[in-house]
């Protein structure tokens, strides 16, 4: 099937900087969309920000600004660029992707195992 591995979470102070990276491999056809999704304790996962295959981009309001998604096709790879981090960003980051795989008629959701982002005040 589909795998996606995350790298790149860790522990920063307010107003730093961080790398997410997030690899997709496996019998891909196809990817429709990727994208980062952010879990705090005792909150629901929500979408950080996503990039679709024809490159039309999307952010939530609170990252507007500081994160920056991007995607390298040939590597079937997205990244997210979190600056001016703030404490309220502290979750873990998840990866998501959909991607139709070969002999697949559509799409499917995949998910990373998620990192961990702490900023500390």
């Known amino acids: 099937q589909v795998q996606l591995v995350e790298s790149g979470g860790g522990l920063v102070h307010t107003g730093g900087s961080l790398r997410l990276s997030c690899a997709a491999s496996?019998?891909?056809?196809?990817?429709?969309?990727m994208g980062w999704y952010r879990q705090a304790p005792g909150e629901q996962r929500v979408l950080v920000a996503s990039?679709?295959?024809?490159?039309?981009?999307n952010y939530t309001d609170s990252v507007k600004g500081r994160f920056t998604i991007s995607k390298d096709n040939a590597k079937n790879t997205v990244y997210l660029q979190m600056s001016s981090l703030k404490p309220e960003d502290t979750a873990i980051y998840y990866c998501?992707?959909?991607?139709?795989?070969?002999?697949?008629?559509?799409?499917?959701?995949?998910w990373g195992q998620g990192t961990q982002v702490t900023v500390s005040s």
């Open positions: 990039v679709t295959s024809d490159g039309n981009l």
């Open positions: 496996g019998s891909i056809f196809k990817i429709d969309q």
């Open positions: 998501n992707a959909d991607v139709q795989t070969y002999g697949a008629l559509w799409s499917d959701a995949y």
